[in-house]
């Protein structure tokens, strides 16, 4: 596995990481501990790092898991995890809440729960515009200085907000969605990170699972599954969006790989500051995931999927209204 450097920050990890959050939270049925376990620790065998966590996920309880698969290799991996929400004394998220001492209280529990000394990467959830940047990422500043935070970072923050935050201490890694299906960090989002020398960390690199092609028109997603509410992936949406698959099926046809590798390949080559994070919770889509970094487009290959993409229109908004107006852009 090839590291990557995340921006200026000295941070290095796989040039792939593991997405936990659909281990306990998401996607349907929580899977078998066990199992999880046995996954995670696979992943470290074979090279990853990066792991990645937060603890809305379930909530909290993605955070425990991580913390047992990783607690007999701490010393080899770098683990991220995310505040910014608001819970209730049942654990039921009740919204944003950025608050110094929310920040503070949220982050001793990660500790606890992941059974870490130190955070290495903390991001920041979703902005909250309740609370000032300089507020946010100063109460981080001064977690790093008491050993308790490595690096900050902040997730689907527009280009005022990381600027604010990187003025009062330095953000290491952005991490928002970005893929071949989600394009629109190329617009503003990473000229402004590289301008800054802050690393970029893609969730969802394969369209939620529709880049690998294996959900067409036909799949039919289980109630618990929040895929079954988001407007870009209905059934008549992921029909008029099959060309994009198609056009990494024929790549993949010419490459020996497999469209969801030609899709990981494509982000990987935009900049060398990118280190997606792909979720699964099958080895085989591990293995086959870690694949994708290892598979190298050629010049003419990047140019082909550019243009071709040029001239699809994908159909479908990426979230529910609700959920949309909580992205700070």
Same mark, same amino acid.
């Given at each position: ?66 913390? !047992? ?12 995890? !995310? ?8 654990? !039921? ?5 950025s608050r110094p001492e929310q920040i503070r209280r949220m982050t001793e529990g990660s500790l606890k729960r992941l059974g870490i000394d130190t955070i290495d990467l903390y991001y920041q959830h979703r902005v909250d515009p309740q609370v000032p940047m300089e507020e946010v990422a100063g109460t981080v500043k001064e977690l790093i200085q008491e050993g308790k935070v490595k690096h900050f970072g902040m997730s689907e923050a527009g280009v005022e907000a990381i600027r604010r935050a990187h003025a009062v201490q330095p953000v290491t890694a952005l991490q928002s969605e970005y893929s071949l299906f989600w394009r629109e960090p190329e617009e503003a989002i ?65 490459? #020996? ?13 935009? !900049? ?30 990047? #140019? ?26």
């Amino acid at each position: 596995m090839q590291t990557r450097l995340l921006g200026t920050s000295g941070l290095e990890v796989s040039a792939l990481g593991l997405g936990c959050m659909g281990m306990s939270h998401g996607y349907g049925v929580v899977k078998d501990e066990g199992e999880m376990i046995a996954l995670i620790r696979g992943a470290v065998e074979r090279g990853v790092t990066l792991f990645d966590t937060a603890q809305v996920y379930g909530p909290f309880t993605n955070e425990v898991l991580v913390g !047992k698969a990783l607690a007999p290799v701490r010393d080899q991996v770098v683990i991220a995890t !995310k505040f910014g929400f608001d819970f209730d004394d049942t654990g !039921k998220q009740l919204g944003l809440n950025s608050r110094p001492e929310q920040i503070r209280r949220m982050t001793e529990g990660s500790l606890k729960r992941l059974g870490i000394d130190t955070i290495d990467l903390y991001y920041q959830h979703r902005v909250d515009p309740q609370v000032p940047m300089e507020e946010v990422a100063g109460t981080v500043k001064e977690l790093i200085q008491e050993g308790k935070v490595k690096h900050f970072g902040m997730s689907e923050a527009g280009v005022e907000a990381i600027r604010r935050a990187h003025a009062v201490q330095p953000v290491t890694a952005l991490q928002s969605e970005y893929s071949l299906f989600w394009r629109e960090p190329e617009e503003a989002i990473l000229p402004l990170l590289e301008e800054l020398g802050i690393g970029f960390v893609p969730f969802s690199p394969l369209g939620r699972g529709f880049l690998t092609g294996a959900i067409d028109s036909t799949v039919t997603f289980a109630s618990a599954d929040f895929r079954s509410t988001l407007p870009r992936l209905s059934p008549e949406n992921r029909k008029a969006n099959q060309p994009l698959v198609d056009l990494l099926s024929a790549i993949a046809g010419r490459t #020996g790989g497999t469209p969801g590798q030609v899709a990981l390949a494509w982000l990987l080559a935009q !900049k060398p500051w990118i280190v997606p994070i792909p979720g699964t919770t099958r080895v085989e889509r591990l293995e086959e995931n870690l694949g994708g970094a290892i598979l190298a487009l050629s010049t003419e290959e990047l #140019g082909e999927i550019e243009r071709a993409a040029a001239g699809i229109t994908l159909h479908g908004a990426r979230y529910p209204e609700g959920a949309q107006r909580m992205i700070n852009r």
